[in-house]
């Protein structure tokens, strides 16, 4: 979350497979899936243009082997009103050699568990 935090794209893009697919929930604004980095930078790129400043903190995590649940709260000021904002997002990630390659969004972290 370090990376997210920074906005530094390039490490937060090390850590995808170079083939991820990332698929979005039934009610995300964009929705996917995302295949491949280059696509994943994209959805970073545009969800950070809504941010005028933000962090991710994790408020939940579990793993199960090479799969885990993450549920975070991502906070920070609006880019376009300048309010204070929080969103819950809540993902369970599938590795493959020490890298993400697929990610699965859930509209809750009670449905996220459930995934995992």
Known sequence: ???YNARNIDAL???FDEDVVWHTSPGFLWPGPYRGRDAVRGLFEHWWQGWDSGRVDIREEADD???AM????VH???AGSGE???VLLNWVVEMR???VSVVRSFESVE????AL
């Open 13 to 15: 893009l090390a850590l």
């Open 111 to 114: 449905e996220a568990r459930a």
């Open 70 to 73: 993450v549920s975070a709260d």
């Open 97 to 99: 050699d020490g890298r």
């Open 76 to 78: 920070g000021r609006s």
């Open 84 to 86: 204070d904002l929080h």
């Open 1 to 3: 979350m370090a990376a």
């Open 65 to 67: 082997g090479d799969r």
